[in-house]
């Protein structure tokens, strides 16, 4: 791909949420999160377009004319909405994406319903997004198509005879080939992920799971990778196509959360945040409401802490914040009542009149705000059970400007290959190890936090958001170095099915 491509990025969101306010007033909010700042300067340089669902479903009475207020508004880029239908969003998002695919690739095969009606409608919704890509995408633009919900786009543009360079970003971990296994799909999902000239992959794990996937579940008569071209990008010569396969973990806009951070009003809201108890450590959790999180396990660990630390009461508070998600399943109505539940039994147990030792919070806070209670907090808290990056703990290493804090991180999250060094791993499922790991960054000496906080913030501020973009970009468009024939192995296959 060359600098004067431009770019059409599709995602199953566009960067910002339309809707009605209270009053029946139509709303727009631009997206915040780090998809979006680093592709917004790409494509306002590159005159490109963004295509995603905007928000409100097609029965929704909108103002026609406010997309077009939105593109002036935004941005400089161009955005193409593909609309859908209440029924199209239950049975394509609701259904195959979060009931099928999500729980699938994050280890939780007990929540997947795999049910025929979903499938279909996942590959007429991935068609109605690639119709609408078709309609704008001109011969040399580069198409890069995001995560899970969208997985089939590429396979439909190529039916469509599009002969564009296509490249597809995986933001949730690819599972192991036994997990991979039990989807019906599984090779439909394969192929069409082959339609794409370059494939990225969160982890090196990731990678190698989804090259264990198509050997043992394709079995194709000889796949051929890889040199690496770059770090972490192979390719593979597959039924006469060349493919590349890269590790691009996903970052933040390190200079922007460290800016905020910095400024003298982000440090007085912290200051205030902490007025009410001078002499108590925060240790903070922050996570969309998802049973991937560890939320419960956190719980559990601090629970456990509590009644083998006594010393420690009223010297810690555990702030957990849960973003609402995803309330339409089952599922995250469950968790989030047990939640609630423990949080309390907590609070009950061990809480006195001048001591809360949880403070729950379910809702979406502003940025700024979010950004001083990183500030205020002494130790970051993350216990995935599973998740691709994880941008929490990230967000807090460049916000923690005095280089203090401590991170106490799941060995299941992407992020823990970058981080390994220089936080607290845990194993979430070990609830006393945790429990331990709190003791021990509640403990640990100035000069080893000062000592490890640096080492990671220095690498969230070269590896950040930016650097993931290029990476990705630059290996999209590197020249072909060579192809070498590797031993498929000798793995379980799976079946061919029908
Ligand atoms: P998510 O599962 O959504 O993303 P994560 O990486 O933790 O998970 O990002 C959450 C984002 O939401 C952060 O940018 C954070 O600032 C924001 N957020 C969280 N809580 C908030 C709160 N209370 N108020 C305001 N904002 C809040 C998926 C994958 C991840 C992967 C990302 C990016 O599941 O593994 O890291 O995509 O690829």
New binding site residues.
Partial sequence: MGKNNTIVIVSNRLPFILGKNKNGKTEVKKG????VTAMAPVLKNRKGTWVGWPGYVEETDIDDNLLAAVESEATGYRVQPVMLSAEELKMYYEGFSNSIIWPLFHDSTDKCVFLPDYWQSYKKVNRKFASSVAQIARPSDFLWVH?YQLILVGEHLRKMSLKNRIGF?L???FPPVDTFARCPWRKEILSAMLEYDILGF?TAQDKHNFFECLKQILHPPRIDPKVELAKGVSELFFAGKRIRIGVFP?S?DFNEFFLTARESKTQQRAVEMRKSRPETMIILG???L?Y??GILEKLQAFRLFLTLFPTAHKKIHFIQ???P?RREITAYVELKYRIEQLVGEINGKFGLHDWLPVQY?F?????N??ISLYRASEIAFVA?LK??????CK?YCACNVDEQGVLILSEF???ADQFKRDAILINPHDIEGTARAIYRAMNMPVEERKRRMHNLRTIVASKDVFWWVNGFFDAASKKILSCVEIDPGQGKVFGTGV
């Fill in positions: 915040a999160g780090g998809l995560d970003f933001h949730i971990p969160q996903i933040i922050v996570d969309r998802d991937t999180k914040l849960v973003v998600s919070m809702r979406s806070l502003e940025r705000e979010l995935s998740d691709g990056m994880n941008l929490i967000e999250t992407g992020a």
